[in-house]
């Protein structure tokens, strides 16, 4: 039976995941959009979440969002992208900045998410141990190989702007082709060199957090199969596919129980 504590959480459960990671030595966070939602930034799958509201380009979120569709529909892509993706002005929330405090105290080896709005960074995690599994739109490159120029966000938003409406696609300045965020979209592979460092920071990991996701998106969520310990925690607002074999779970916003 779960306790309740004065602020509602499940209390001893969150006073269980504390000692967990206050006594750990190489734990992994596994995370997702529901990371970065109490910045302020939608998630896909949670009632308010791209794939429950209108688009506003006219193909749902999740088709948007794909290989084929950048390259067919460049205007309504960047159009979606630029208004329902790029937060540049989102700041770090209690989460983000707990798992900064528990790498600099050397219990975190590794932060594993799917997110691409780089909050985990802005709150001071070393950017070599935060693994990005679906890229970041901090990153833009020039899809012309023999280019290969790249792009900051800052950049990338300047020239979208200066698009007349309807032409904002962003194109490279040194030789004209479109530019594409390094972010992974449907259809795409994953970085291999990312997937073998998550796999193996997992494996070796003492403690997995699983947090903030729906474990929705493959093959991201099958790297919880590398886990061989025995003190697994899911924190998640709804369900997870990872709820039954987990060690524990809350069910609880990660602002709050991060929060300690
Ligand atoms: P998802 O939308 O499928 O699932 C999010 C989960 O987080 C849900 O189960 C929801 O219940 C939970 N959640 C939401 N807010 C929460 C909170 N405050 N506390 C605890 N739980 C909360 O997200 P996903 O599994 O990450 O998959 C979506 C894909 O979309 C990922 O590949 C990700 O890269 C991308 N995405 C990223 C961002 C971002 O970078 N912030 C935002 C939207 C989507």
Redesign the pocket.
């Known amino acids: 039976m779960l306790d309740s504590c004065e602020n509602g959480l499940h209390g001893q459960d969150v006073l269980t995941l504390r000692g967990w990671l206050d006594h750990a030595g190489r734990a992994v966070f596994f995370?997702?959009?529901?990371?970065?939602?109490?910045?302020g930034?939608?998630?896909?799958?949670?009632s308010t979440?791209?794939?429950r509201t209108a688009s506003g380009v006219g193909y749902p979120a999740e088709t948007v969002?794909s290989h084929d569709f950048f390259w067919e529909h460049p205007e309504d892509f960047w159009k979606f992208y630029m208004t329902r993706?790029v937060?540049p002005d989102a700041r770090p929330n209690a989460?983000h900045r707990k798992l900064a405090e528990l790498a600099r105290q050397g219990r975190l080896a590794a932060i594993v998410?799917?997110?691409?709005?780089g909050?985990h960074q802005k709150a001071g995690s070393d950017p070599g141990s935060v693994l990005e599994?679906?890229g970041a739109?901090a990153r833009n490159s020039c899809t012309n190989r023999a280019c290969g120029a790249r792009y900051t966000l800052a950049e990338v938003v300047a020239l979208y702007r200066a698009g007349e409406e309807g032409r904002r696609a962003p194109r490279c300045p040194v030789c004209g082709a479109p530019i594409k965020p390094d972010?992974?979209l449907y259809g795409e592979a994953l970085d291999e060199s990312v997937m073998l460092r998550a796999a193996a920071a997992i494996e070796q990991a003492d403690v997995v957090v699983v947090?903030?996701?729906?474990?929705?998106?493959w093959p991201?969520?099958g790297l919880l199969g590398y886990y061989r310990g025995s003190r697994l925690a899911v924190?998640?607002?709804?369900a997870?596919p990872a709820d039954p074999s987990a060690d524990l779970v809350i069910h609880?916003?990660?602002?709050e129980?991060f929060s300690w």
């Open positions: 995370g997702g959009a529901g990371v970065s939602t109490e910045s930034i939608p998630d896909f799958r949670s979440g791209l794939y969002v993706m937060f989460c998410t799917q997110n691409i709005d909050l599994l679906h739109v972010v992974v947090a903030g996701t729906s474990l929705a998106v991201a969520a924190v998640n607002l709804s997870t609880e916003k990660l602002g129980v």
